[in-house]
């Protein structure tokens, strides 16, 4: 398993970072990584704990492990220099908040966060085609989730993802140790979704081409 979208308590999850890391490496997760929510109020403060504790235990750990950040429910016109500060703060992967429809997330985060270069755009709902497209043009990854709720527009990403060709990942959003899965279930929730076969391999190469890349920045 390979996860690209939890917290730790430095935001809303309910463990401190090294023991987040230290469960999903006893059920055999090969990567994590941790991404706070962040807004203006706390970005300065959950990042550069979250890069201390990985640093500290990284030389101990069998699983690579990966400082990021969430930015969460900011007007979208703050979005672009948020990304930017959060990558300078030592974020290596930078997801937004996406328009689930399960939280009244302003409307134009999605396209904000393609424009702003975010990594990852998290459960986004009921997203536009054009913005489907802007993100393939980006190269910026849409996530199919397993977060109960955000969960149940996976079908709609899906498939508009691959009629036109966009690239997925697959995550948690997990808050607590028991939403945490095996690569076994993330495969049967990407089934659920309508994926299959070879589809469902690359997914999994494009978290791990993202970790490649997200390694390389300073």
Not at 28 to 44: F, L, M, P, R, W
Not at 65 to 75: D, R, S, W, Y
Not at 170 to 180: E, G
């Amino acid at each position: 398993m390979i996860d690209l979208h939890t917290h730790s308590l430095f935001s809303d999850g309910e463990l401190i970072p090294s023991e987040l890391i230290r469960r999903a490496e006893e059920i055999g997760y090969k990567a994590i990584a941790i991404t706070d929510h962040v807004d203006s109020s706390n970005i300065d403060i959950a990042i550069p704990r979250v890069v201390k504790a990985i640093k500290a235990i990284q030389k101990f750990i069998s699983i690579t492990a990966i400082p990021g950040a969430e930015i969460t429910h900011v007007p979208p016109a703050l979005i672009p220099d948020l990304v930017k500060e959060a990558r300078q703060l030592g974020a290596k992967i930078v997801v937004v908040h996406g328009e689930t429809i399960v939280e009244p997330v302003a409307p134009g985060t999605n396209r904000a966060a393609i424009e702003a270069g975010a990594d990852i755009l998290a459960h986004p709902g009921i997203i536009a085609p054009e913005d489907i497209l802007f993100a393939k043009e980006k190269g910026i990854l849409l996530e199919i989730t397993s977060r109960k709720g955000h969960s149940l527009s996976n079908g709609h990403v899906a498939k508009e993802a691959m009629r036109f060709n966009v690239p997925l990942c697959i995550n948690t959003d997990t808050h607590s140790p028991s939403d945490l899965i095996t690569k076994d279930t993330a495969v049967k929730i990407l089934r659920a979704a309508g994926i299959d076969g070879n589809d469902i391999d690359s997914i999994f190469e494009n978290s791990k081409t993202l970790i490649e890349k997200a390694l390389r920045r300073d």
